[in-house]
């Protein structure tokens, strides 16, 4: 496995990998990043990435890919119908998964726009440990609403709990006696917990719901956009799977579902997504719609080389050496950032390392968005951006009232295979610095409020002028230095 003691006693993460292409980077002076965040309306969304340093916004469509996936993208069968390409994803897929039928899609919200035309009715409600933005745009806008069911543990920033996207299975039977089966539209379990810091999910939690969704005849759809990392968790922390090979854990989830749908920019490292089950009725209804919105059913939106890249992608998930390297990452930087004092979400999950903006900066109100104001006082302190997951990520309620996450978190994404640990720790310095002065950064406004999804192209002003103060504050105490 990829973490090693050196002669220190330190358990330091070592990269199972060699870089063998690189992109330059830009870091850039303070002031001008201060300048590239107001152009960006203080969301980091829309900054260009030309002024990032290091691009820890999301691993979403921007993992390092291998020499075989590179390979095998020269391999593409072109053509609209029938590829060669497609009939080799399908079988690395159905053998990985072991389910029968695979719909492929151009990403994963567009599996999950397919899954809620097919099964959401207005009026029904979806089951879920947690909500991913997506998720919920496209099951509210077909008349749907969801609740979640996360244990307790997962609403906790720092808990021993090890798999924190858990299910409360308490929860689950009291929704539906409440709502009567009927009413339930699916019940969804998402690996790897994106929205509460990438938190895993069981595999006695994910048997004990499927049991439960088999006896009430209630679908059981799950989110596989994060199991890499979910798999690496069930390996190393549930003792019952330490000696399994990863293809039989994958295989046994799977077996647990009636749906599996994925966002390939994540899972495979390559780009696309795509639906797998095994009903036949349940296939055909969906099939429907995939060539309306997606493009044939041999390509689905995606192209033949991410196709190709892909099926490798998906095989070479099956490597614990490949999948460890995000969350060992994740830990390095979680471990680094809690050695200064930082709140960060324990224990660390996958995906990345999650900032409790909501401690950082206590002192701002929720509905002056203390975690995109957080992300931006990252960029300018260190020209590193992340992601806002908090209430700006949120849909405000029918009445045009804020609705307040549960946890406000800067998200400090970990792509897999591309940062080094250099890079990480100096992340975590200029963080441990922000901490320090974190009485300069000050909430945030919008300006600019689209109704949907706000979060990827809202603008917003700083409240006060803590942006300039907080550059200024940089500039004294660096100096020269970048
Ligand atoms: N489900 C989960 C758990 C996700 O994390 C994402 C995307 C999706 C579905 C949608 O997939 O982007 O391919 O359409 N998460 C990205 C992120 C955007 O940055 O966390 P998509």
């Not at 044939?296 to 050496?321: C, H, K, N, P």
Request: hydrophobic share 40%; charged share 25%.
């Amino acid at each position: 496995m990829s973490k090693v003691t050196f002669l220190s006693g330190e358990n330091i993460p070592l990269e199972m990998h060699k870089v063998r292409m690189v992109q330059k980077v830009n870091l850039l002076p303070v002031e001008e990043r201060l300048q590239s965040m107001r152009e960006a309306g203080f969301n980091t969304f829309l900054l260009k990435n030309r002024d990032v340093f290091m691009d820890m916004l999301t691993d979403s469509g921007v993992n390092a890919m291998s020499q075989n996936q590179y390979a095998a993208m020269m391999q593409a069968d072109d053509s609209y119908a029938g590829s060669e390409t497609y009939y080799r994803l399908e079988a690395v897929l159905q053998d990985i998964f072991g389910m029968k039928h695979f719909l492929p899609a151009h990403q994963g919200r567009a599996c999950e726009h397919i899954i809620a035309k097919t099964l959401v009715t207005p009026g029904s409600v979806a089951l879920m440990n947690y909500h991913f933005t997506t998720t919920k745009a496209h099951i509210t806008l077909t008349g749907g609403s969801l609740e979640e069911l996360i244990g307790d543990e997962g609403f906790k920033i720092n808990s021993d709990e090890p798999f924190k996207g858990d299910i409360d299975i308490g929860k689950l039977n009291e929704a539906i006696k409440r709502h009567g089966k009927d009413k339930i539209s699916f019940v969804r379990i998402e690996a790897g917990t994106n929205l509460i810091g990438g938190q895993p999910v069981s595999m006695a939690n994910m048997r004990e719901v499927s049991r439960i969704c088999r006896s009430g005849g209630i679908k059981l759809v799950y989110d596989a956009s994060l199991l890499s990392d979910n798999l690496y968790f069930i390996k190393t922390r549930d003792p019952g799977y330490q000696d399994a090979d990863i293809k039989s854990i994958v295989r046994e989830i799977a077996s647990l579902m009636d749906i599996v749908y994925f966002s390939a920019r994540k899972l495979g490292s390559a780009r696309g997504g795509g639906i797998l089950v095994s009903d036949d009725e349940l296939f055909l209804k969906m099939r429907e719609l995939v060539p309306l919105y997606e493009g044939f059913l041999t390509y689905g939106g995606m192209s033949v080389r991410e196709m190709e890249a892909l099926s490798v992608g998906l095989q070479e998930t099956m490597d614990i050496d490949v999948i460890s390297q995000t969350p060992i990452i994740v830990e390095a930087l979680c471990n680094e950032l809690l050695a200064k004092g930082v709140p960060v979400v324990t224990p660390p999950g996958g995906l990345g390392c999650h900032v409790d903006a909501m401690q950082f900066c206590s002192h701002i109100p929720q509905d002056q968005y203390p975690a995109g104001a957080l992300a931006a006082a990252i960029f300018i302190a260190s020209g590193v951006r992340c992601m806002e997951r908090g209430t700006m990520s949120e849909q405000r309620n029918e009445d045009g009232s804020e609705r307040m996450a549960e946890m406000e978190l800067a998200r400090l994404a970990v792509p897999r295979r591309v940062f080094t640990l250099s890079q990480v720790k100096y992340t975590a310095d200029r963080i441990a610095w922000l901490y320090q002065n974190r009485r300069l950064i000050g909430g945030l406004e919008f300006t600019e409020e689209p109704k949907v999804l706000r979060f990827f192209f809202g603008r917003l002003q700083p409240i006060g002028g803590w942006a300039e103060q907080l550059a200024e504050q940089f500039r004294k105490d660096f100096g020269d230095s970048l």
